[in-house]
């Protein structure tokens, strides 16, 4: 009773006109006076009810696995896996994907303006899409924020409120039903059992950016035996920023939240909740001359005498987004049954060279079944998901609003089944071998009232064998290799249009690669080093199909291409003061023998990236670690990347240097200074991608996206248990 009536207040915090939840809802997403209120009730309902409840220790979940159990699951995955530590990456600051990202092997990300948007891809996956993505399954707490057809935004996450991050790359992701090129990514909060009772955190720097973040967490059982045991998670952030570009300011409120039940030591529940509100400006791309004396400004084009990447309520991406799930786990004996369903709906305001309004709902889940035997380990999963977009198009005035009626009215429905059994056979206590075949069979639909020739209903379907082994060499050096089949149904065109691309994306990938951890004398190492070659077939490409404009973009099936590559994550300890981490991406993608661009190299991110940062640690030992630490880090691009696919444009190289340090002054508080591209470099970090700009006139080509300059961010937090 205590908790209802004092979550009642929370919710009524600021607003006492009103009860309906979603004003509730808007009220609480306004800023950290709200969370601050949602922190005191947790405070006065344990205050209230000691003689009803007491606080129990730590343990594991049934539902959400801790950062230590997701560590052990990678070493049975055949090929490119890797576990994000995010609480090594709140060592600096933590606002975009690549801050959360940008160390991990195989994943290709690139901010477009320092919101929350970035260019990413993992092998290949949705290479020429330089806006939002595809080709990857996104899931937090593994439930997917994918639209039905695969589409994804990146606004929807929330990294801060994530303890560590799943990449599973390629076919690797079978475990989520995930088949596509790039895998899966998810981000995975922690629950009451693994997270501080209270934690708080704020970020200041550059271009007018604030972050304001605070969680609260718990675990609470009845005194009476055999009674459920309850624990939470609740998270809630606040970020805003003008950013290093004339219209490019970002402001965002989000909430996320998890509350298990704990029916015995066998059965368990866990319901999820999400609330995303997303506004956010697009400052357009910049011409290379533009790029070179003033990176800040703007888009320079005009239509008349407007500008439209001037006027605040034009060019912009404004996204609300709720979710929904439950995921429950029954350990019987040696079978383990894992029951999930999810919905979501997702709306978005994206006045560009049309006004956009769309409607998204999705709704899936999965039946999973291990069954645990003394060498076998035997999982059968459903995993069904539908989705509906319903939307519009209208010509715009240039100034935010419609100036007609809609030319596309569309409703785009997807459905997909897939069904996987999987067999880990331990052959000896050092290999296992993992065999799994998946069904997928998907279909996308389009009934547009308005541009009848963009109708269309096709299905799509795939057998996907693979098979891999892993051996262990040592108790913490493995090898490992597989070979997998890979499917992706299209996706449907952002504003209803239809794609030209009518084939599913199919291919086959080999990798082999070695994980570990070794130590000798004072060094300490660890890697995770992956090749892979994936030939594909039907392989999607959005590109500008009127340069130099770039207005309009479209979506085609390229029938031959080759992706391959090596993916390399390191890690070095001397002496436990010296802590170096590097990640290099080494990528070659070309077309196989093609009718117009023979076996030229595909356009989307430069052949090779390189990250890294070297720490110096000194100092009283705080959670394992010397308390203070400070060193140098960098970005550094050495080869020019194709933007079309004749070749005959190139995105310049470049090299980035920052500097980080902090303090854990105690178990309690703790500081960071986060300095990024010091010398101030002008470049792009990504580029508008074309099949041909040779005919062009490179002077008015606009297809640059300028990276921040230089910048400062400092932040603090402190964790109360």
């Given at each position: 009773?205590?908790l209802?009536?004092?979550?009642?207040?929370?919710?009524?915090?600021?607003?006492?006109?009103?009860?309906?939840?979603?004003?509730?809802?808007?009220?609480?997403?306004?800023?950290?006076?709200?969370?601050?209120?949602?922190?005191?009730?947790?405070?006065?309902?344990?205050?209230?009810?000691l003689?009803?409840?007491?606080?129990?220790?730590?343990?594991?979940?049934?539902?959400?696995?801790?950062?230590?159990?997701?560590?052990?699951r990678?070493?049975?995955?055949p090929?490119?896996?890797?576990?994000?530590?995010?609480?090594?990456?709140?060592?600096?600051?933590?606002?975009?994907?690549?801050?959360?990202?940008?160390?991990?092997?195989?994943?290709?990300?690139?901010?477009?303006?320092?919101?929350?948007?970035?260019?990413?891809?993992?092998?290949?996956?949705?290479?020429?899409?330089?806006?939002?993505?595809?080709?990857?399954?996104?899931?937090?707490?593994?439930?997917?924020?994918?639209?039905?057809?695969?589409?994804?935004?990146?606004?929807?996450?929330?990294?801060?409120?994530?303890?560590?991050?799943?990449?599973?790359?390629?076919?690797?992701?079978?475990?989520?039903?995930?088949?596509?090129?790039?895998?899966?990514?998810?981000?995975?909060?922690?629950?009451?059992?693994?997270?501080?009772?209270?934690?708080?955190?704020?970020?200041?720097?550059?271009?007018?950016?604030?972050?304001?973040?605070?969680?609260?967490?718990?675990?609470?059982?009845?005194?009476?035996?055999?009674?459920?045991?309850?624990?939470?998670?609740?998270?809630?952030?606040?970020?805003?920023?003008?950013?290093?570009?004339?219209?490019?300011?970002?402001?965002?409120?989000?909430?996320?939240?998890?509350?298990?039940?704990?029916?015995?030591?066998?059965?368990?529940?866990?319901?999820?909740?999400?609330?995303?509100?997303?506004?956010?400006?697009?400052?357009?791309?910049?011409?290379?001359?533009?790029?070179?004396?003033?990176?800040?400004?703007?888009?320079?084009?005009?239509?008349?005498?407007?500008?439209p990447?001037?006027?605040?309520?034009?060019?912009?991406?404004d996204?609300?987004?709720?979710?929904?799930?439950?995921?429950?786990?029954?350990?019987?004996?040696?079978?383990?049954?894992e029951?999930?369903?999810?919905?979501?709906?997702?709306?978005?305001?994206?006045?560009?060279?049309?006004?956009?309004?769309?409607?998204?709902?999705?709704?899936?889940?999965?039946?999973?079944?291990?069954?645990?035997?003394?060498?076998?380990?035997?999982?059968?999963?459903?995993?069904?998901?539908?989705?509906?977009?319903?939307?519009?198009?209208?010509?715009?005035?240039?100034?935010g609003?419609?100036?007609?009626?809609?030319?596309?009215?569309?409703n785009?429905?997807?459905?997909?089944?897939?069904?996987?059994?999987?067999?880990?056979?331990?052959?000896?206590?050092?290999?296992?071998?993992?065999?799994?075949?998946?069904?997928?069979?998907?279909?996308?639909k389009?009934?547009?009232?308005?541009?009848?020739?963009?109708?269309?209903?096709?299905?799509?379907?795939?057998?996907?064998?693979?098979?891999?082994?892993?051996?262990?060499?040592?108790?913490?050096?493995?090898?490992?290799?597989?070979?997998?089949?890979?499917?992706?149904?299209?996706?449907?065109?952002?504003?209803?249009?239809?794609?030209?691309?009518?084939?599913?994306?199919?291919?086959?990938?080999?990798?082999?690669?070695?994980?570990?951890?070794?130590?000798?004398?004072?060094?300490?190492?660890?890697?995770?080093?992956?090749?892979?070659?994936?030939?594909?077939?039907?392989?999607?490409?959005t590109?500008?199909?009127?340069?130099?404009?770039?207005?309009?973009?479209?979506?085609?099936?390229?029938?031959?291409?080759?992706?391959?590559?090596?993916?390399?994550?390191?890690?070095?300890?001397?002496?436990?003061?010296?802590e170096?981490?590097?990640?290099?991406?080494?990528?070659?993608?070309?077309?196989?023998?093609?009718?117009?661009y023979?076996?030229?190299?595909?356009?989307?991110?430069?052949?090779?990236?390189?990250?890294?940062e070297?720490?110096?640690?000194?100092?009283?030992?705080?959670?394992?670690?010397?308390?203070?630490?400070?060193?140098?880090?960098?970005?550094?691009?050495?080869?020019?990347?194709?933007?079309?696919?004749?070749?005959?444009?190139?995105?310049?190289?470049?090299?980035?240097?920052?500097?980080?340090?902090?303090?854990?002054?105690?178990?309690?508080?703790?500081w960071?200074?986060?300095?990024?591209?010091?010398?101030?470099?002008?470049?792009?970090?990504?580029?508008?991608?074309?099949?041909?700009y040779?005919?062009?006139?490179?002077?008015?080509?606009?297809?640059?996206?300028?990276?921040?300059?230089?910048?400062?961010?400092?932040?603090?937090?402190?964790?109360?248990?």
């Amino acid at each position: 009773m205590a908790l209802r009536t004092c979550l009642r207040s929370c919710a009524n915090h600021g607003d006492d006109k009103g009860n309906s939840v979603v004003k509730h809802l808007k009220v609480f997403l306004r800023g950290p006076v709200v969370l601050a209120s949602l922190w005191g009730c947790v405070v006065v309902v344990q205050a209230q009810s000691l003689d009803t409840v007491e606080i129990v220790g730590k343990s594991d979940s049934l539902t959400q696995p801790s950062f230590e159990s997701a560590q052990e699951r990678v070493k049975a995955i055949p090929g490119g896996a890797s576990v994000v530590d995010l609480d090594v990456t709140r060592e600096g600051r933590q606002s975009t994907w690549s801050d959360s990202l940008g160390l991990a092997p195989g994943v290709f990300i690139q901010d477009r303006f320092g919101s929350e948007e970035a260019r990413i891809s993992i092998r290949g996956s949705a290479l020429s899409r330089t806006y939002h993505s595809f080709g990857t399954k996104v899931m937090q707490d593994g439930v997917p924020i994918n639209y039905a057809d695969g589409f994804f935004d990146m606004q929807t996450v929330d990294p801060n409120a994530s303890r560590y991050v799943e990449v599973l790359r390629g076919p690797n992701a079978t475990t989520y039903g995930a088949t596509t090129l790039g895998g899966a990514i998810n981000f995975v909060a922690p629950t009451g059992y693994t997270s501080p009772a209270f934690v708080a955190r704020t970020e200041v720097g550059s271009f007018g950016y604030n972050k304001v973040f605070g969680s609260t967490a718990g675990v609470v059982k009845p005194k009476a035996d055999a009674a459920p045991v309850w624990d939470y998670h609740v998270a809630a952030s606040q970020t805003q920023q003008e950013g290093f570009r004339e219209h490019a300011q970002m402001e965002n409120q989000k909430l996320l939240g998890n509350l298990g039940v704990k029916l015995s030591r066998d059965v368990e529940s866990r319901f999820y909740v999400a609330a995303v509100r997303s506004r956010t400006q697009l400052p357009g791309y910049l011409t290379q001359a533009e790029l070179a004396q003033n990176p800040t400004m703007a888009n320079s084009s005009t239509v008349g005498a407007i500008y439209p990447y001037r006027v605040d309520a034009n060019r912009r991406r404004d996204v609300d987004a709720q979710r929904l799930a439950n995921k429950t786990t029954v350990r019987d004996g040696n079978t383990i049954y894992e029951f999930a369903a999810y919905a979501m709906n997702y709306s978005l305001w994206h006045p560009i060279d049309s006004v956009i309004e769309q409607n998204a709902k999705s709704q899936g889940g999965h039946i999973k079944v291990t069954q645990l035997y003394d060498n076998h380990e035997l999982t059968f999963a459903y995993l069904p998901s539908i989705g509906s977009t319903k939307g519009t198009s209208k010509p715009t005035n240039n100034l935010g609003s419609a100036s007609g009626a809609a030319t596309s009215d569309y409703n785009q429905q997807s459905k997909n089944h897939s069904w996987f059994v999987e067999n880990k056979y331990k052959v000896s206590p050092h290999t296992t071998w993992v065999a799994a075949l998946q069904y997928d069979r998907a279909q996308r639909k389009v009934d547009d009232v308005l541009l009848v020739a963009n109708n269309m209903n096709h299905t799509f379907t795939q057998w996907s064998p693979r098979l891999g082994v892993t051996h262990d060499l040592a108790p913490h050096h493995q090898v490992f290799a597989s070979i997998s089949r890979n499917f992706e149904a299209p996706i449907f065109g952002l504003a209803g249009t239809t794609t030209l691309a009518n084939q599913a994306q199919r291919g086959t990938t080999l990798e082999f690669g070695s994980r570990g951890h070794a130590h000798a004398g004072l060094h300490r190492y660890g890697w995770d080093a992956t090749y892979y070659r994936a030939q594909l077939h039907n392989e999607f490409q959005t590109s500008c199909s009127n340069p130099p404009a770039c207005t309009s973009f479209s979506t085609q099936n390229i029938a031959n291409t080759l992706h391959q590559g090596l993916e390399l994550g390191a890690h070095h300890v001397y002496d436990r003061t010296v802590e170096s981490r590097m990640a290099l991406l080494y990528s070659r993608f070309t077309f196989q023998s093609d009718a117009y661009y023979g076996n030229n190299t595909m356009p989307g991110f430069p052949p090779l990236l390189v990250r890294g940062e070297m720490l110096y640690r000194w100092g009283s030992e705080v959670s394992g670690k010397p308390s203070f630490y400070a060193g140098p880090k960098f970005e550094w691009v050495p080869r020019a990347a194709p933007m079309d696919n004749t070749n005959s444009l190139y995105n310049d190289p470049y090299a980035l240097l920052g500097f980080k340090a902090g303090q854990a002054i105690d178990t309690t508080w703790r500081w960071f200074v986060d300095a990024r591209n010091l010398t101030n470099k002008k470049y792009a970090g990504t580029t508008n991608i074309s099949a041909d700009y040779s005919a062009i006139n490179k002077s008015t080509l606009a297809a640059y996206y300028p990276g921040d300059g230089r910048s400062i961010y400092v932040g603090l937090e402190a964790k109360f248990d």
